[in-house]
């Protein structure tokens, strides 16, 4: 007898957990002094504006934002703006922290991305819910610091609309729930077209040209006439607008395929930095995959000069090979992202861009060992698993494969680790406070 998946009722709630201005609270984290200013994270290379605070949006700095911008606009007019280069390692290993303290209150999370997470709240009842919510918001942020915002509602959509409410009314105290027909339309109504969780910046910009300015007037469009304009996605949107559940919580939501890439600080032409770059993605990437308990068939690396630069020679190219074996290795996977390079490198070109993916992704379970070629899988898999072991005790790639090269490796003037070419331009960086001893903050006492 086939089994009929769950019904949800009236009374089934989800929620959504999304730190607050994330990349900007991880900094004041561990810089206090970053309290109350106008703080932006950079995207990769210094470029723009990732992450700003309430009072750098407030002094009207946009999303993307131009670094250069900022400085000729803020900056260069006496405005005290405090910019900060992105720093993933810090970032993920709090989103680590974030999320194991959710997991700690409740059953039923679900990381849905770096600064956010899903909850269903499952067989909960209104009161006890209201009670967790809170929870929720004052416990992650006095554990770790972080401020989130918790928003609940019949739909993951409507949810999500409820966090807005609770990230933008201090009232709230960091939590908001949606569980009456009135409360859903008052709150649509004061919700942009915009800024409604699965409608994208072209399907916003055809509504409001067609006078759909608000979540609510998007609610007021025929079924029929959203599938014909926006598909089966914008569909589901406007059922959960309404406040019924058509977005589930993918509780296996491996990834299909895995990218590590970079736009480099300095262009490259030099094969051997090229090797260096490749390798430390390929390594990377190998990580992630471990990480979710999955192998990869396939490797893709892909190299591209700088389209902007007209008055240099461009050249891009891609190559693929196919594992013997799926495999989540790193020596394997750095040592055929390494032959791929070697297939599609050629010399003369200024290289501005290099990434390795891997694809063909199945569970690490499901890896079945090819009979026509000797087998190093266990091997392989006890490397695998020293290299994680250590560089989870120790910081991120302090044991690496040496065709890594030395950007981990400390020379003998200094304490700043040497920087390749390739690695990316992070004038304002901060440091690895929880990963690494060398960053690690001490206090003075007089």
């Not at 190093?376 to 072991?389: A, H, T």
Request: include cysteine; aromatic fraction near 8%.
């Amino acid at each position: 007898m086939e089994e009929k998946p769950d019904i949800v009722h009236a009374g089934h709630f989800f929620g959504v957990m999304d730190c607050n201005n994330f990349f900007v609270s991880c900094e004041r984290v561990f810089n206090p002094s970053l309290e109350g200013k106008p703080v932006v994270v950079l995207s990769n290379n210094d470029g723009c504006a990732v992450s700003r605070s309430n009072e750098a949006k407030k002094i009207g700095i946009a999303m993307g934002t131009p670094a250069f911008k900022i400085e000729q606009e803020y900056i260069s007019r006496g405005i005290n703006i405090e910019m900060c280069s992105s720093n993933y390692t810090l970032y993920s290993d709090m989103s680590r922290r974030v999320f194991s303290v959710l997991q700690s209150l409740i059953q039923g999370a679900q990381p849905y991305s770096i600064d956010e997470s899903f909850i269903d709240f499952k067989g909960m009842e209104k009161k006890d819910i209201d009670k967790k919510g809170r929870e929720i918001a004052y416990k992650v942020r006095k554990f770790t610091g972080i401020p989130v915002s918790v928003g609940v509602a019949h739909s993951l959509t409507l949810a999500k609309a409820a966090t807005k409410f609770a990230k933008k009314y201090k009232g709230y105290r960091g939590y908001c729930m949606i569980d009456t027909d009135e409360q859903r339309v008052k709150a649509l109504k004061l919700m942009d077209i915009g800024d409604v969780w699965g409608i994208g910046r072209r399907s916003s910009k055809r509504l409001l040209s067609e006078g759909i300015l608000s979540a609510y007037d998007f609610t007021k469009i025929s079924p029929y006439e959203v599938k014909k304009k926006m598909g089966i996605n914008g569909l589901r949107t406007h059922i959960e607008l309404l406040g019924k559940p058509a977005v589930e919580i993918d509780r296996h939501a491996d990834k299909q395929s895995i990218t590590t890439s970079r736009s480099f600080g300095d262009m490259v032409s030099d094969k051997e930095q090229m090797s260096i770059a490749v390798s430390n993605f390929a390594a990377s990437c190998a990580e992630k995959l471990r990480e979710q308990h999955s192998a990869a068939r396939f490797v893709t690396v892909y190299i591209t000069t700088n389209y902007f630069r007209q008055d240099l020679p461009q050249y891009d190219n891609a190559a693929i090979i196919e594992f013997p074996e799926a495999t989540n290795s790193t020596v394997d996977i750095v040592k055929e992202s390494v032959k791929a390079l070697e297939e599609i490198f050629k010399g003369g070109y200024k290289y501005k861009k290099a990434g390795v993916i891997l694809s063909g992704i199945i569970p690490e379970s499901h890896i079945q060992q090819n009979i026509f070629v000797e087998s190093n899988y266990e091997k392989m898999k006890n490397i695998s698993n020293l290299l994680d072991e250590v560089n989870r005790k120790y910081g991120r790639n302090k044991l690496h494969l040496a065709i890594q090269g030395k950007s981990a490796v400390y020379n003998h003037h200094s304490e700043e680790p040497r920087e390749e070419k390739w690695e990316m331009k992070r004038e304002h960086l901060s440091g690895n406070y929880t990963t690494s001893l060398r960053d690690i903050i001490t206090i003075k006492a007089h």
